[in-house]
T-cell receptor, first 113, second 112 residues
Framework: DVKVTQSSRYLVKRTGEKVFLECVQD?????MFWYRQDPGLGLRLIYFSYDVKMKEKGDIPEGYSVSREKKERFSLILESASTNQTSMYLCASRIDRINTEAFFGQGTRLTVV | GESVGLHLPTLSVQEGDNSIINCAYSNSASDYFIWYKQESGKGPQFIID?????DKRQGQRVTVLLNKTVKHLSLQIAATQPGDSAVYFCAEITPGTYKYIFGTGTRLKVLA
């Protein structure tokens, strides 16, 4: 089974802090995604990485950056956390660009106070 | 822009009955569709997918139907069980893009 693991289930951070959310997948997938999920808004794409060191902005990249130095790891960085970034963050991976399903991690619920 | 939507935000069914969750998509060019299940506090879990060259696909207790004429997707769950209680949402991909477009979800409640 594909396993996508996010480093934290729950995080509480202060406004202005730099926050790192880590995601690791164990199936040698090329593509990885970061989404945020908010009630009534569904899943919104923050960033996408199609290969090591490659990234593309999603629909809501403002206030975020990403890093993919190794194939299995995709990090989401909140440069200066703000209260409107309180959300559920979901990482996903997919084998490659051919239409296949994405596999999700368990999610990180981030609260910024 | 194009989007994937769901008709019913909450669906309540009796245990043992069949459930039908619906999804309307607006992009007729979309050629791949997925249903996900998300239990409270967990990440979405893949249930079943279907490509546009098919109109029906069956899994274990689940069936996905695709009607391209009216751009409609449905998920049927047979003999619904308490463990089926979750939020279900559909996703689509359009050729030439890498993005999934997700619906906001339907909550399925199974009544004992």
């Amino acid at each position: 089974d594909v396993k996508v693991t996010q480093s934290s289930r729950y995080l509480v951070k202060r406004t202005g802090e730099k926050v790192f959310l880590e995601c690791v997948q164990d199936m040698d997938h090329e593509n990885m995604f970061w989404y945020r999920q908010d009630p009534g808004l569904g899943l919104r794409l923050i960033y996408f990485s199609y290969d090591v060191k490659m990234k593309e902005k999603g629909d809501i990249p403002e206030g975020y950056s990403v890093s993919r130095e190794k194939k299995e790891r995709f990090s989401l960085i909140l440069e200066s956390a703000s209260t409107n970034q309180t959300s559920m963050y979901l990482c996903a991976s997919r084998i490659d660009r051919i239409n296949t399903e994405a596999f999700f991690g368990q999610g990180t619920r981030l609260t910024v106070v | 822009g194009e989007s994937v939507g769901l008709h019913l935000p909450t669906l309540s069914v009796q245990e043992g009955d069949n459930s039908i969750i619906n999804c309307a998509y607006s992009n007729s060019a979309s050629d791949y569709f997925i249903w996900y299940k998300q239990e409270s506090g967990k990440g979405p879990q893949f249930i079943i997918d279907i490509r546009s060259n098919m109109d029906k696909r069956q899994g274990q207790r689940v069936t996905v139907l695709l009607n391209k004429t009216v751009k409609h997707l449905s998920l049927q769950i047979a003999a619904t069980q308490p463990g089926d209680s979750a939020v279900y949402f559909c996703a689509e991909i359009t050729p030439g893009t890498y993005k999934y477009i997700f619906g906001t979800g339907t909550r399925l409640k199974v009544l004992a």
